[in-house]
């Protein structure tokens, strides 16, 4: 039996005070645990074979806690979001962006149990996705991977995820995305969303259902435009995917293709200090107003004194183009034994660009290395501003390969990972000429200075090993441990000249690192205690590789010389924890009035988190324009205790309550070195994680419309390492209502459906983003985007 991917949130750990409380918790747990069965995650489902399906699955075929959104979940909280936005609703999860379809990846956050985005894993039908840094070296955004009207399920697996999981950043837990398989009809599909600041998102699928021989094959295509909230710039993409499934008693051949191309232009990020009281809630661009973006500079090209740091750009935006197939075979070799491959490949090309004043602290340094006495606003073009882009470029092929074999009372899996990467990065400044200004729309050409460039070949092997054991009919004993090996290799084809980097000696620095750790364990229980009741203990070691990103981020490759370079090679490890949970999960049918039935699970849970690589960055701004090689150090520890509470309440087919509950703590071990200066971080909580969160949804379905109300608590955050700052919580509702339309049901048209959606139904303000780099007195935020209006008729032909 493979362990199913699907999963929940974990267990709470043994020095945690709340620990206490965990027998009367599993106890309790038992009246209301979900152990319901869930599908394999790859299984196709047609929209028929969906209905009256629960839209959200805890597995009970898995010893960790994994949670599954389906694709109706996903679609009903907003037409066309971003499927990591979807997993807000789960316990344990904070996700925030500046715009509700969770689209922008500048100002995206993700936690799940404390564990920041770039410490989880992610993968698209099994093909690694990278750690979602923003700008990104390993992979691509799920959005970008597959068109989410596409996407069958997402699965979060909130602890530890599966040995098989191809991904070297997985510490926290792993998301893995699932794509539709074929319909078995021939069916044509249409979705139209229109709605506030001009949005409108239109999808198309084509199936052409089984033309014989087990061969099934869809295209589909997305638009998608949407003008920002609060100033004149407009998100758009384009995206196609194609796959093609060739299924028979023999096996399974998946032929998968996505392309992506999309521009987005960005929201700088408002800078916070201690005992401020002016900064603005917003920090839009000046563009297309460029007779005002001129008058907003002195003629030397310097900001108003009075914005400080929050001054104003002319533009910034990030523009992707990707390119992702794969072909995976899954062989049926005998009845006891399947062997599946899965060669991929990913091409991106993009670039990162900002528009801003010359005069903006540290430029005039920068550009004076290049142009030494010269005049810098008749130099980039007499406007005042400069371009600064960012230009990326990533190959990369791969292959999965794995085993299952039914041995009887041993379920045996084992199989690896190789993955070939070069990534390269180079940072180029552009004139931004008074009489022909450019737009955040165009990549700019005829650069004046290319600062540095970089390219790093990375290689990639993963390897594991597990066995399940059925000790008994109802117990199941799963041990494994995965390898995970590492070989880099960055070089620095332009290197900048001495000065042109903040923090940085005459070079970067060029070198191999290799890690190898061939011994990352797992042991797990599967106990069902009942037929309604199952409980479950899962403990793993999980590690995170380093960064291969050259000059910036948290990565060897941006330090700030040679020797620091092979200091740290020689001397550092890589990020590491050991997750420990438990859980009960489980469902009961009830006879209380109205109430029917009740399902859910509790997990406690405890990580030790070792090795925490902290870059000290060398400006005193975060995000600064100019950046600088950052100090990369080992910080120390973090522990991690929590509890997470879901549950659902049925009253009868057509109303459901449900809630989650989440508390973490998790908590820093050491002070850190900044220089000679002690920074007392020892026993603060991790920022940007908040301790508290609550989700609630209400479903109510009367005839042919059903409507959905969604809650979502987040809990004050900190926002600075040593905790002397922080944002406070907020509660923000969002409404969706479904309507189908039996009277435009005709031979020609099926299934239509007109669908209401009110995000921020409340009209809070507040963070919805905290950027946190700083140990005290600054953060930075991004505001929570207001209430918004759209509408979505789809329709099947």
Known sequence: MKISPLRTQPGLPARFPLLAMSAACLMALTQFAHAQSTPAANGAKTADADAGVSTVEISSQSTRSSVSLRSKELQSQLPGMNPLKGLETLPGVSFSTADPWGNNEQNLTLFVHGFNGQQLGYTMDGVPLGDQQYGNYNGLSPQRAVISENVRNVVLSSGAGDLATPSTSNLGGTIEVFSSDPLAAKTTSLQQTLGSHNASRTFVRFDTGNFGNGNSLYISGL??????????????????????????????????????????????????????????????????????????????????????????NYYSDAQRTDYLTYA???????????????????????????????????????????????????IFGNSGYATR?????????????????????????????????NSSTYRRWFALDVNNPSTPYQRPTNPLITQYGSDITNNVVQLHLQDEWRVKPNVAIQAGFKSSLQFADGEFPVQPLPGAISGGSLALPVGKIDTKKWFLPELGILWDINPRDQFFANIQ????????????????????????????????????SVTYEMGIRGKRDVQLGALDKIDGQVNLYHVDFSNRLLQISPTSVISAIVGGNPVLANVGSVTTDGIDIAGTLHFGKNFSLYNAFSYNRSVYGDNYLNGSTVVPTSGKQVPGAPQWMDKVVATATFGDIETQLSGDYVGRRYATYTNDLHVGGYFMLNLGVTAKLPSLNTGFMKNAKLRLNVTNLNQITGAAAVVVGAASGTYNTYPIAPRQVFATFGAEF
């Open 223 to 312: 638009h998608q435009e949407a003008k920002a909230w609060d100033f004149d710039g407009k998100q758009s993409g384009n995206q196609m995917n194609t796959k093609f499934v060739h299924s028979t008693d023999a096996g399974k051949l998946t032929l998968f293709l996505n392309y992506s191309d999309k521009t987005e232009p960005n929201e700088d990020a408002t800078v916070h200090v201690a005992g401020e009281s002016s900064a603005p809630y917003t920090r839009p661009f000046l563009y297309p107003n460029f007779g005002a973006a001129l008058a907003y500079l002195s003629p030397t090209g310097n900001t108003p004194a009075a914005d400080g740091s929050n001054y104003h």
């Open 328 to 378: 995976k075979y899954d062989w049926n070799v005998s009845q006891t034994t399947s062997w599946t491959n899965q060669v991929y490949f990913h091409h991106d090309d993009g670039v990162g660009v900002v528009a801003g004043p010359i005069g903006a602290a540290g430029l005039p340094a920068l550009f004076n290395v290049y142009f030494p006495g010269q005049n810098l606003k008749q």
């Open 389 to 421: 882009a960012t230009q990326y470029v990533i190959n990369r092929p791969g292959i999965i390969s794995t085993v299952h074999m039914d041995l009887g009372e041993h379920q045996l899996e084992f199989g690896g990972w190789w993955e070939h990467n």
């Open 541 to 576: 070691k999980n590690m995170r590789q380093f960064v291969t990103y050259g000059a910036g981020g948290a990565s060897p490759w941006s330090l700030a010389s040679q020797s620091a370079f092979d200091l740290f090679k020689n001397t550092a490890q890589p990020e590491s």
